[in-house]
């Protein structure tokens, strides 16, 4: 095998020359078996995609074309499943074929950097989930909610195509990149690729990006807390129950991690079912009874001390929980409805899709729905994962694709999923709870005379819908509950009573949801500081070397702190904003989260010019450039609209002129205090987005310009530097994807006849 | 009935090991694998001092979670 021919390569390594061991089984099936396997058309297969296709066309054409009363929730799992299949089956294999070109006859870092700890050989449906529990988190089941606001089409078409076209391939190349060269993090490859200028940049950027990000993720935990003695007391619960957990891992039982995982959802559970009780009492009820600035406050000095602690304690059993929850929650979530089959009654386009001043998320669709909804369909931040522990984990080279292309598919399933939880509550409901206060007036009866005012077709809600359902839901009330988070928790409770309980358990599901969606953010905001903490501690030991040294507690303390203090100010800015704070500041979480995606794109760009594919260079070149028209449309927006409901400086100067003619109030805010509270904020939003947005574009004018470089290096015949780790032959074997093909299993079979002590190589090291 | 019944306690032990190894609880047992694999002379770290390693070396080198 190892004299193979390899027709693909493009000749900027000497892989031929990979030399094999030939007392081995082949590592790698091969080649022109793969091709044949590929193109074999059994009259089975071609019934099988005939059907996959149909069907999904058959579901789209119901999402998309029929127009009744309602439509059923079954046919966005057939659109999505079915979309997902066929991109997955044709448009992945093409990103294969003629983009990344996995060669498995090299080692993988997990192979030749093996140590048993960082780097492992890991099955690869085991690291299917591993890496899925990673990436996905509390961002697609929000962004779809607030976006639903335009009608569910806008959010369907763009989580479902986006995912296949700019999503999945950001995280497939990602990986697969990171994976050559030795699972380094997208930081390390950007100034390899880039140069220092770019490199810099996209430091910077990815920094400031992680603040936002941990910002608005906390501002939604802080929005669905509010005012709810039972969230406060069963997500602060999830505290002393994941201490417990590190105690017992560390000193008591190390390493059964099932066990305490269970142990942990036990004590979970009772606390949502003890939350009730507890807020049914009326020492509870005061003790609990917190407002969004005391949380926010309490989440902050949560963040620098969780940050500080040893991982063991808190982090880890956290991390354990949430991957528990994750997996159960998805699974269920999906059961349910397959088994309910909800009927949605929010139209396909809303009033507000052509319009730029709706209640829940202003601005046009276009560019504004698709930076709502970035985790699902495109998403930067898994760059960051893609390019850390994963890659140091794949068996195989051809295994990315399945987990990097695959795993991000089954994020976008979530999102679309919590879409379908979101929209299948009344939609009267839906404005009542995600519009602001200063809107829907804070009661029941001024939050119904508001929505029935708004003119939304067949939307007639009472005062008395509205206090039924926050008393089905065990809430005081839920108006104004925006963030997503209590929406989605409304959606799920009301799908999941007709699965499990009836309305006897709607409370219980809704602080179910809420419990689960709080423990991913408050994970993500504990990693997201530590990692924020650490960029930042060698950015500066770039200066100060003493900086650079983990252990040097001063300096760790001082630059979490100073990560700390940087989203703690832009939430507190969130929570006490008078114009709604989510709506202000949501758009500058898509904005910051798909930044990042170009800027990985970007990176991804010029290495793959670099590897000599220009012919196919628009598969990276596509989703980039909408990712970069997207993103920066929508900054520029934000800095220049004169629309105040969209421009923070327009914001910003309607404001200032208001104080400067003397008004004690004006548009929502309702004082001199809340006018100044305006000006100071829509300053920093607005300069913060002048900030990403120029990095950003220097980050992207450095890849086209490492691009352009690479291809008149080509045409001229200069060699180009390649950056990936040298080729080792590789000495295991393992199948591709979910279900191993015909050829794969008899290469298996091959090898597990190998005695286990012929198969790796002895290394002392 | 009773074939029913190991059908799907198989079927459950089978997710459980799944979701455990998706959760890292195999880690000892792979670290002690890779150990003999590759034939270090030295004893292997005991499972309470390879937890403690894996989660302190976790606290100087902190892997991100995504929203």
């Known amino acids: ?765 | 009935m009773s074939a029913g019944i190991a059908l799907v306690a198989n079927g459950f032990r089978g997710f459980a090991r799944y979701l455990g190894a998706v959760m890292g609880a195999d880690a000892y047992a792979k670290y002690l694998e890779h150990h003999r694999a590759a034939g270090h002379q030295e004893v292997p770290l005991s499972e309470r001092e390879f937890w403690r390693d894996r989660t302190d070396r976790q606290d100087s080198n902190p892997q991100g979670r995504c929203c």
């Open chain 1, 1 to 765: 095998m190892a004299g193979v021919p390899d027709q693909r390569n493009n000749g900027s390594r000497a892989e031929g020359g990979l030399a094999t061991d030939p007392d081995l089984p082949p590592p790698a099936v091969d080649q022109a078996l793969l091709d044949a396997e590929d193109r074999k058309w059994t009259p089975g297969k071609v019934a099988l995609w005939a059907a996959i296709a149909l069907l999904g066309g058959v579901a789209w054409f119901m999402l998309a074309i029929v127009r009744g009363e309602t439509v059923n929730a079954i046919w966005f799992v057939f659109a999505s499943v079915c979309t997902y299949l066929i991109g997955y089956r044709f448009y992945s294999k093409v990103i294969e074929r003629y983009i990344t070109k996995p060669d498995d006859r090299r080692a993988t870092p997990a192979e030749y950097k093996a140590d048993g700890k960082d780097y492992v050989r890991t099955d690869r449906n085991v690291l299917f989930g591993h890496h899925f529990a990673a990436i996905a988190g509390a961002g697609p089941l929000v962004g779809p909610v607030i976006a639903a606001q335009m009608g569910y089409l806008p959010g369907t078409i763009w989580i479902i195509i986006g995912v296949v076209l700019a999503g999945a391939v950001q995280d497939y190349l990602v990986l697969f990149f990171s994976m050559r060269r030795g699972g380094r993090s997208l930081g390390q490859m950007a100034r390899e690729e880039l140069g220092v200028i770019g490199g810099t940049a996209a430091l910077i950027a990815t920094l400031l990006i992680m603040v936002i990000i941990v910002a608005i993720l906390a501002l939604v935990v802080v929005n669905a807390l509010g005012e709810s003695p039972w969230g406060v007391f069963s997500v602060g619960m999830t505290i002393p129950i994941a201490l417990f957990m590190g105690v017992y891992l560390r000193y008591l039982r190390p390493g059964k991690v099932m066990e305490v995982s269970i142990i942990g959802f036990v004590l979970l559970m009772a606390a949502i079912i003890g939350g009730g009780a507890v807020a049914g009492t009326e020492w509870g009820a005061a003790f609990f009874h917190l407002d969004k600035v005391t949380i926010a406050w309490g989440l902050l000095i949560y963040g620098f001390i969780a940050a500080i602690l040893p991982v063991w304690l808190l982090l880890a059993p956290r991390d354990y929980l949430s991957t528990f929850m994750k997996i159960g929650v998805i699974v269920m979530l999906a059961l349910a409805i397959i088994v309910v089959r909800p009927e949605i009654t929010v139209p396909a386009f809303s009033e507000f899709a052509s319009r730029e001043n709706g209640p829940v998320l202003s601005g046009a669709l276009f560019p504004f729905l698709f930076v709502t909804i970035a985790c699902g369909a495109l998403s930067g931040f898994h760059a960051l994962i893609s390019s850390g522990t994963t890659p140091k984990l794949i068996e195989k080279e051809r295994q990315t694709r399945f987990i990097g292309y695959g795993g991000m598919l089954m994020e976008s399933f979530v999102a679309i999923m919590a879409l379908v939880a979101a929209i299948s509550i009344d939609r009267g409901i839906y404005f009542a709870m995600n519009a602001p206060t200063a809107l829907t007036g804070g009661t029941v009866e001024t939050a119904a005379q508001w929505v029935n005012s708004l003119g939304l077709a067949g939307v007639n809600i009472t005062p008395d819908v509205l206090a039924q359902t926050a008393k089905d839901v065990g809430e005081q009330s839920i108006v104004s509950r925006s963030g997503g988070a209590p929406t989605l928790a409304v959606g799920l409770a009301h799908i999941m009573q007709q699965f499990i309980g009836g309305t006897a358990m709607m409370a219980f599901w809704y602080h179910f949801a809420i419990m689960f969606e709080a423990l991913f953010i408050l994970t993500a905001v504990d990693a997201g500081t530590r990692v924020a903490r650490f960029m930042l501690q060698d950015s500066i030991g770039n200066f100060v070397p003493k900086f650079k040294e983990a252990s040097w507690r001063p300096g760790a303390w001082l630059c979490t702190a100073v990560m700390v203090a940087a989203w703690g100010a832009v939430l507190l800015m969130g929570v006490t904003d008078p114009l709604g704070g989510i709506n202000t500041l949501f758009p500058l979480f898509g904005i910051a989260n798909q930044l990042l995606a170009a800027i990985a794109l970007a990176v991804c760009l010029a290495i793959v010019a670099k590897r000599g594919t220009f012919k196919y260079l628009w598969i990276v070149a596509l989703p980039l450039a909408f990712a970069a028209v997207v993103t920066i449309t929508a900054s520029y927006q934000k800095i220049f609209s004169s629309t105040p409901a969209v421009g923070y400086f327009a914001n910003n100067a309607a404001f200032s002129k208001a104080l400067a003619d003397g008004k004690k109030e004006f548009g929502t805010a309702k004082s001199v205090a809340a006018m100044e509270a305006v000006v100071r904020n829509t300053a920093i939003q607005g300069w913060l987005s002048v900030i990403f947005v120029v990095l950003s574009i220097i980050v992207i004018v450095t890849a086209v310009l490492a691009t352009v470089k690479a291809f008149r290096d080509r045409s001229a015949g200069t060699a180009t530097t390649d950056n990936e780790d040298p080729a080792l032959p590789s000495r295991v074997f393992a199948p591709a994807g979910l279900v191993p093909t015909t050829a794969e299993r008899e290469l298996a079979t091959e090898w597990g006849k190998v005695p286990a002590d012929a198969r790796l190589e002895r290394a002392g090291h």
